[in-house]
């Protein structure tokens, strides 16, 4: 199935949680914080302005962005976790 995003909604596929810590200790599955950094796989054509025109949306498919905690909505698609956000969800685009 193909997600296309409308307005200024962005489709981004959560990256796995950590397993171990830095110490080398394994984590389980109910001690893991949920990961707020993802892969960007569809962008949406951009919030409708006033004067008609539309806002372009600021990240493209296939970068890395940080995300809120709780933002946006969870959804699996083809037996993957993927969650729709607001471009305003995403708090940064990672560099490098």
Same mark, same amino acid.
């Given at each position: ?12 596929? #959560?990256?796995? $949680?950590? =397993?171990?810590?830095?110490? +080398?200790? &394994? /984590? #389980?599955?109910? $001690?893991? =914080?949920?990961?707020?950094? +993802?892969? &960007? /796989? ?9 004067? +008609? ?44």
């Amino acid at each position: 199935m193909t997600l296309n995003p409308l307005d200024d909604r962005v489709v981004v596929q #959560p990256l796995e $949680a950590e =397993e171990t810590t830095a110490g +080398g200790i &394994v /984590l #389980p599955d109910a $001690a893991r =914080e949920k990961q707020q950094r +993802g892969k &960007v /796989l569809a962008v949406g054509p951009g919030r409708l302005l006033d004067s +008609g025109e539309r806002c372009a949306v600021s990240v493209s498919v296939g970068d890395e962005v940080l995300f809120g905690k709780y933002g946006g909505t969870e959804i699996e698609v083809d037996g993957k976790d993927v969650k729709i956000l607001r471009e305003s969800d995403i708090l940064a685009k990672v560099e490098g």
